[in-house]
């Protein structure tokens, strides 16, 4: 947390808009018999920055990747940016190539160089000329500080290397909304630090974020919200102040001491 | 560092040092992969007995080859009573061992379509090869078609025309959607090579005769005809079974059925029953009259068998892949096939590709099956060479040299895929 601290954040970009990016209302998922995600209603505005919390199984990275289908729900409404959710594969494709999605263990294609991993969607989704392509591919992996790493494979690079490579796939295509299912969790301590200045940079820039993370720190630097989970359903959110020195339900506080206690 | 005092502070780093003599060089070689411990030595002398005692064997049936002779006995008088293998048989037959009964003056077309394919290989295994030869090998399946069988050069033109048809239908039918798109793409080509490709092919030909002296196939044999059931059965299984695979895992029942109860039922049943159903029962389903190559239907035969070897081969490879990869391509907006043939083939078939090479080098093996159902291939050819007065009795020199052409083959792609194997190992671990 004192890394946070450490660092003066640019809150001048940060604006929550009225637009509403994702709506979900009633939203209900079952693993067969499992009820996973019961019955989540949830508003993101154009600009938000929100952190999931929870203990582990209350459903929080399945709800992420219910917002880009990569999880199916079974009843209630999902709209992503005025496109709702259903089996129509045009709708699904739509959505995934306006929404980024970062995920825990980078999922970096291991066959392609960084440029290659970067570019691959535009060129094949977007169908942006391979030059231009690679010129937006550069400027982001300068953003995320590892230009000159842009012609070896993922398997050469350090874990917090990667993950910042994964930041830059994604922000090529230029998503309306990133999701960020724990991307810190699979790292060392020593690199947690290089992937949250990169999540940091993109929340000064305005982008509408949803991160599923334990770091708390990160919580209270950039968020303004936090939603805890528990057993698939969403107990408690708050402006992240709020929330951590000011928990409502016993659950929270539970958790809160859990995870801050040590 | 003491056991009595924890505190331990190094004040000089180490340089490091060179390895003991006995640890390095020839010396070392030896000792560790030749006499290490008993039960080692043992064997290391075993083994250089059985090399000694091979050599003292075989060394002067080698050493008095005989390489002219125009029958047996002729070696044998050369001979004299000595030991020696008699080569003179493949000096004398090798032209019928490599082209069956082809007739002799057009063994240029056969061996220029070999050469071609090497030629057309080239931008497949090769990625310096120039890009532009893909071209090349898109139209050498036709081109080799009409150099080894000739004929009219309309025949292979409107079969090629077929596909381009198949195209365009993709093309065309592509705002339908995925399916039926697909769906169209393969029902008009087909239409059209059972309804069109004849008159287009016999009308071009009218307007136009270009044609070179047809051989039938029942003179082809030897090596030539296992290199045709080889080349084309292995270049065909490969996209099948890609196929077939991704079929057994797809999301739709009715497509998962299909692609499990053929992969079942093909991978149940021996090549041999499939190529007798090849050669004889196919005439009762076909219409009386129909003139359908016996070679055509070895090829495909021995196709359906390797594919679906083959689609078990690359569903290996699908299964090892991590979940994420598939994920982390949807969730870039990839659509399924887009997704699979960026992402999910090029490292699932780079994982399969001991397998699939197992299963090439299987399937070139297995075309010396077709002897069984009259087509001469090398062993048929020997048993005829063999039913010859001249060469009655002689079987060494002839397996031996079949043997030799087939490990070159074999060794070959076994290298090939070695090559490849290190070419794209890309993720260092």
């Known amino acids: ?119 691959l969607a535009p060129i094949w989704v977007r169908k942006v000329p391979k030059k231009e392509a690679e010129e937006t591919a550069m400027h982001y992996l300068t953003k995320v500080k ?45 690199m947690i630090k290089e992937v949250l200045d990169t999540m940091i940079q993109l929340a000064e820039e305005g982008m509408t974020m949803i991160c599923v993370t334990h770091e708390m720190g990160f919580a209270q630097a950039v968020a303004n919200r936090v939603i805890f989970m528990d057993q698939g359903q969403i107990v408690e959110q708050n402006e992240p102040r709020e929330f951590f020195n000011n928990p409502q339900s016993e659950r929270t506080k539970l958790f809160l001491s859990q995870i801050l206690g040590h | 560092m003491g056991d009595r005092n924890a505190s331990y502070v190094r004040t000089e780093m180490m340089e490091p040092q060179a390895p003991p003599i006995t640890e390095v060089g020839a010396i070392r070689w030896v000792r560790e992969n030749l006499f290490d411990g008993v039960l080692s030595s043992v064997l290391t002398v075993l083994a250089l007995l059985a090399i000694a005692f091979l050599l003292h064997e075989l060394g002067p049936w080698l050493l008095n080859s005989v390489w002219n002779a125009h029958s047996l006995t002729q070696c044998r008088e050369i001979l004299q009573g000595e030991p020696g293998a008699c080569w003179g048989v493949i ?93 169209a793409a393969v029902v008009v080509p087909v239409l059209y090579w059972l309804l069109f490709s004849g008159d287009v092919a016999g009308g071009l030909a009218s307007a136009l005769p270009l044609e070179i002296r047809a051989v039938p196939s029942r003179e082809f044999g030897g090596f030539m005809i296992s290199i045709i059931i080889g080349v084309t059965g292995i270049a065909l299984s490969l996209p099948l079974g890609i196929l077939l695979a991704l079929g057994r895992r797809s999301n739709m029942p009715l497509i998962k059925v299909i692609a499990v109860v053929f992969i079942e039922f093909i991978r149940g049943v021996p090549l041999i029953t499939l190529l007798f159903t090849a050669s004889l029962l196919l005439n009762y389903f076909l219409p009386p009259g129909t003139n359908f190559d016996l070679i055509l239907r070895v090829i495909i035969m021995v196709t359906l068998f390797a594919s679906a070897y083959m689609a078990e081969v690359i569903r290996g490879g699908l299964a090892a892949l991590p979940r994420g990869q598939f994920e982390a391509a949807d969730a870039l907006g990839l ?85 490849l194997e290190r070419r794209l190992k890309t993720d260092h671990r």
């Not at chain 1, 590892?146 to 994604?170: D, F, M, N």
């Not at chain 2, 139209?139 to 365009?168: K, M, Q, R, T």
């Not at chain 2, 399969?352 to 399937?363: E, K, R, Y």
């Open chain 1, 1 to 119: 947390m004192e890394s946070m601290e450490a660092r003066q954040i640019d809150r001048s970009h940060m604006q929550v808009s009225d637009e509403v990016a994702i709506q979900i209302s009633s939203m209900n998922k079952w693993y067969g018999q499992f009820h996973v995600l019961r019955d989540i209603d949830m508003t993101v505005r154009r600009g938000e920055r929100i952190v999931v919390c929870g203990p582990s199984g209350s459903g929080k990275s399945t709800l992420i990747r219910c917002i880009n289908r990569l999880e199916e729900h079974q009843s209630g409404q999902i709209i992503v940016d005025g496109t709702e959710l259903s089996s129509d594969l045009k709708n699904i494709d739509k959505v995934r190539s306006e929404v980024g999605m970062v995920f825990q263990h980078f999922n970096l294609f291991p066959h392609l160089t960084i440029l290659e991993n970067c570019t």
């Open chain 1, 146 to 190: 590892i230009p000159e790493q842009a012609h070896k494979y993922p398997g050469q690079l350090s874990g917090g290397q990667q993950q910042r490579v994964a930041i830059a796939r994604s922000l090529c295509m230029k998503p309306r909304i990133m999701l960020f299912d724990e991307p810190t969790s699979a790292l060392d301590p020593e």
């Open chain 2, 91 to 183: 000096n004398d037959r090798w032209a019928q061992l490599l082209f069956g009964f082809y007739p002799s003056t057009l063994y240029w077309r056969p061996v220029l379509a070999l050469v071609l394919l090497f030629v057309a290989l080239a931008p497949v295994l090769f990625p310096s090869a120039p890009r532009g030869l893909i071209w090349f090998t898109l139209a050498y399946p036709f081109v080799a078609f009409w150099l080894i069988w000739g004929g009219s050069i309309w025949l292979p033109i409107s079969v090629a025309l077929g596909f381009g048809i198949g195209y365009a239908t993709l093309l065309a039918t592509s705002r339908l959607g995925l399916l039926i798109s697909t769906i």
């Open chain 2, 335 to 419: 659509d399924y096939w887009k997704a699979q043939r960026l992402i999910v083939m090029p490292q699932a078939l780079k994982i399969s590709i001991p397998g699939i090479v197992n299963t090439f080098i299987g399937l070139f093996k297995d075309t010396t099956l077709v002897v069984f159902i009259g087509l001469l291939d090398p062993i048929g050819l020997a048993s005829a060479i063999r039913a010859n007065s001249d060469w009655q009795g002689i079987y060494w020199e002839l397996f031996i040299f079949i043997g030799a052409i087939f490990w070159i083959f074999c060794f070959g792609m076994s290298r090939y895929s070695m090559h």
